[in-house]
């Protein structure tokens, strides 16, 4: 449900007034990219205004309750486990899988540690930064265990957080940082403070992107529309372009 914008005192009655020319959309950070990018490049094919807020979740989900018309999550979990959280916002049965994205390492410009591999982030005096949430659960438990490398890497996780957000400012703030493993399309964000590498196709992780229309939009008909386009082979270029499968 998309809420008049501009409300003043004079305007009096037409606080809370419904419009329904506007899609909101709601999300973490990570897949902030594409799908702002998409949701430009789909209002000037529609005329259909899409207003997109990301970030971490306690900055946007008291506004997200009242005027959300779409939610999309980092990872299956991360939409699974807000379902679980804010039980009324969302339905099972809207919900949509976009695209999936790939686990990478990202590194210091220039590589400065010659971190090519997993086995790289073992080595002494090799500094992580974990993100332990935001879609990353477990991520680089899941890709270590295959290779026994669990408490190599475990041993020099220098600093774990919740967020990305916090993730990015720690490692625009701290030099010392020299890892991070996280998701690939991270990366075609942060290209001017990191280098990215890829992991073997055999090794690589891959998570999901889901979207999920809210039970209380209003405005379900052009949500609808909205998540048909992020599904069309246009859009997907456009994930691609940042990152995704």
Do not use: C
């Not at 008049?4 to 973490?28: A, I, T």
């Not at 695209?99 to 410009?109: C, D, H, P």
């Not at 971190?115 to 899941?142: F, H, M, P």
Request: proline content about 4%; hydrophobic content about 35%; glycine content about 8%.
């Amino acid at each position: 449900m998309a809420v008049l914008l501009g409300f003043s005192p004079e305007m009096g009655s037409n606080r809370g007034q419904v419009v329904n020319d506007v899609v909101k959309v709601y999300g973490p950070g990570g897949p902030l990219g594409p799908i702002k990018e998409v949701a430009e490049q789909f209002t000037k094919e529609t005329g259909i205004k899409v207003e997109v807020t990301a970030g971490p979740e306690e900055k946007w989900i008291d506004q997200a309750k009242q005027d959300a018309d779409i939610i999309y999550g980092g990872s299956e979990y991360m939409l699974t486990e807000f379902m679980h959280d804010h039980p009324e916002v969302l339905d099972e049965k809207n919900r949509t899988e976009l695209y999936a994205r790939s686990v990478g390492i990202l590194v210091r410009k220039g590589n400065p540690k010659n971190i090519k591999s997993l086995e790289d982030l073992t080595k002494k005096g090799v500094k992580i930064v974990d993100v332990n949430g935001a879609g990353q659960l477990g991520i680089w438990e899941d890709l270590a265990g295959r290779k026994g490398l669990i408490p190599g890497i475990s041993r020099n996780i220098d600093i774990s957080v919740k967020s990305s957000a916090e993730a990015i400012d720690l490692w625009k703030a701290n030099s010392k940082l020299d890892a991070w493993i996280t998701y690939e399309s991270w990366h075609y964000r942060l290209a001017d403070v990191t280098d990215l590498v890829q992991l073997p196709e055999e090794d690589k992780l891959y998570r999901g992107t889901p979207v999920s229309i809210t039970s209380n939009s209003e405005n379900k008909k052009k949500a609808k529309q909205f998540i048909d386009y992020l599904k069309t082979e246009e859009s997907h270029q456009v994930f691609q372009k940042w990152g995704w499968k």
